[in-house]
């Protein structure tokens, strides 16, 4: 009866020692687990996210080794991300990461139908992929995003049947917690790569426009050198043929009548091609000359204006209206050809059956100024507002009205050498009003 009570008090004391050891090693994973969520919390990085897995989860259980996979969606494989124990590489580097094709070895089939296996001998499964040493109890948990594969959790162990049920409760329970963290980083990680890879194309896009720009102003430059040289050459030649013509003219009297009329238009279009010369001289020296950087005060520039342009505005009754106009930075020759060019343009197309018009007006804006030069003229209609600044961008006969076709391209480039935009609206038979923007001096870019 004494042995019968002696072996009883022993069974219950090994019973309460298998108690307090099975709530030693619960207490024990739950603060694996707890210190692992809040190590978790502060990692940001998909590399730092699974080797948290791994370092601060997986070594912590005290388990003999362990590899995180992600999974390749592209080329459906697993790629490992992280290890622990004997595979694991220095530091954080995995110079030759293990791939499985999905559906291979216990691994790959794990990851196929989402299922967590633990095999408790190793030698008896068929699916076994020896690695870098046999090993006989292995277990293997998926990561899922519902159920979407994220990657798997594997770990294998020397002895047989070594992985239990709370083995495999535990690697869930890690799985189910980095799921999220695994997501936000990968997103994160492909962010960056788009951002860097935006960021790349932009570099190079930069590069190829600054290229651009230079050989473009290059060829500008050598343009309007050319320009300027022909057009300067030219103009001797067409002097001397003009003074020959109306020499022959003086000289020969018995030119019959019809000679005499081809005569004077052999003249005038010597005379026309001067003109469009002279206009191309200008039009080239505007583009080869900067932009003078100093304060200009435009209501002088339109009394310049006013005066150069008098006769005309007399000879043809015209009326010049203007507001108080700003003060700018930029050149006086130009910008006197700017408004020079304008106001004369609204005078030659006036409206037969009205006198000529002319009303100038500035609007202030946050960074520039925006002018408007109306007239009442013959208008134009919208087909042409855009020919209207192009070199010679003629739209009536020269029989109708004389002029090289240079008016609103020179307007054009003065405007845009000091850093504006220029642009018309028009309405046949009521007139056209041209509208242009000038930077206020202290937004104005260096020339």
């Given at each position: 009866m004494e042995h019968s009570n002696h072996l009883s008090k022993t069974e219950e004391i090994e019973r309460l020692r298998s108690a307090y050891q099975l709530l030693t090693e619960r207490e024990q994973n739950l603060r694996v687990l707890h210190s692992f969520a809040l190590n978790l919390l502060q990692q940001h990085t998909l590399q730092d996210v699974v080797w948290a897995i791994v370092k601060h989860a997986i070594a912590r259980l005290g388990f003999f080794d362990c590899v995180v996979y992600l999974i390749d969606e592209e080329r459906q494989i697993l790629v490992q991300a992280a290890a622990h124990g004997p595979k694991?590489?220095?530091e954080m580097d995995i110079a030759n990461p293990i791939t499985i094709p999905l559906g291979q070895g216990i691994v790959g089939t794990v990851a196929k139908t989402g299922v967590a296996e633990i095999i408790s001998d190793t030698s008896q499964d068929p699916r076994y992929i020896v690695d870098d040493d046999f090993r006989y109890s292995e277990i293997t948990v998926p990561i899922l995003d519902g159920g979407r594969l994220i990657g798997v959790i594997d770990s294998e162990h020397p002895e047989k049947h070594f992985f239990t049920q709370q083995h495999l409760e535990l690697l869930q329970t890690i799985a189910a917690m980095a799921v999220t963290k695994i997501l936000h980083a990968q997103a994160?990680?492909?962010?960056?790569?788009?951002?860097k890879g935006l960021e790349e194309q932009i570099e190079e896009q930069t590069r190829d426009l600054k290229q651009h720009i230079v050989e473009l102003r290059k060829s500008n430059q050598d343009l309007e050198g050319f320009a300027y040289a022909a057009s300067h050459d030219l103009a001797e030649p067409l002097r001397t043929i003009s003074s020959f013509l109306q020499l022959i003219q003086r000289k020969e009297k018995g030119l019959s009548s019809e000679s005499l009329e081809y005569m004077d238009f052999a003249i005038g279009g010597v005379h026309r091609l001067k003109r469009l010369l002279d206009g191309l001289l200008v039009y080239a020296r505007v583009g080869q000359k900067a932009v003078i950087q100093k304060l200009l005060d435009l209501n002088e520039i339109m009394h310049t204006v006013e005066s150069n342009l008098s006769q005309l505005i007399k000879e043809k009754n015209a009326s010049l209206y203007y507001?108080?106009?700003p003060t700018v930075q930029g050149d006086d020759s130009g910008l006197i050809q700017l408004f020079q060019n304008l106001i004369a343009n609204a005078i030659k197309f006036h409206h037969k059956e009205r006198n000529p018009e002319i009303r100038v007006?500035?609007?202030e804006e946050a960074y520039r100024y925006q002018f408007s030069f109306q007239d009442n003229g013959i208008g134009m209609e919208e087909i042409f507002f855009e020919k209207a600044f192009k070199l010679f961008g003629r739209l009536h006969t020269i029989q109708e009205y004389k002029g090289?076709?240079?008016?609103?391209?020179?307007c054009k480039r003065v405007v845009e050498k000091h850093g504006g935009d220029i642009w018309l609206h028009s309405e046949v038979g009521i007139g056209t009003t041209v509208y242009f923007t000038l930077p206020k001096p202290e937004y104005q870019?260096?020339?």
């Open positions: 694991n590489p220095h994160v990680q492909r962010l960056h790569t788009y951002q507001d108080q106009l007006t500035c609007v090289s076709g240079l008016g609103l391209a020179l870019l260096p020339s």
